[in-house]
């Protein structure tokens, strides 16, 4: 079993920035395809953010395109996703997600592991 290990989540203004990680232990890291999720209180978790295993391809919501950016570093076993201009509508727990596949994948069902969470809340 992977455990995935969040953090950066908080509690910002509107307009705001913050950069969440997301480090994956392991050797295997570098061949995994990485996403990043949100559940907002009383919906279903949605897709943000999608990248292949070299970094090279990335895949958005459309809702947060311009805004936010994923990234991932294979040396350091970690992937980012640097949000700017956060709306209130952003407010949601954010989780990590890893798939054995090169592919960056907007399906969460297609993910093999997941992070615990982190808490992004976005004020007006």
């Known amino acids: 079993q992977v455990q995935l290990v969040e953090s950066g989540g908080g509690l910002v203004q509107a307009g705001g920035s913050l950069r969440l990680s997301c480090a994956v232990p392991g050797r295997t890291f570098s061949s995994y395809g990485m996403g990043w999720f949100r559940q907002a209180p009383g919906k279903e978790r949605e897709f943000v953010a999608a990248?292949?295993?070299?970094?090279?391809?990335?895949s958005y919501q459309d809702s947060v395109k311009g805004r936010f950016t994923i990234s991932k570093n294979n040396a350091k076993n970690t992937v980012y996703l640097e949000m700017n201009n956060l709306k209130p509508e952003d407010t949601a727990v954010y989780y990590c997600?890893?798939?054995?596949?090169?592919?960056?994948?907007?399906?969460?069902?297609?993910?093999?592991?997941w992070g615990q969470g982190t808490q992004v809340t976005v004020s007006s």
């Open positions: 990248i292949n295993y070299s970094g090279g391809s990335t």
């Open positions: 997600a890893a798939a054995r596949t090169v592919l960056a994948l907007r399906a969460p069902g297609r993910y093999d592991y």
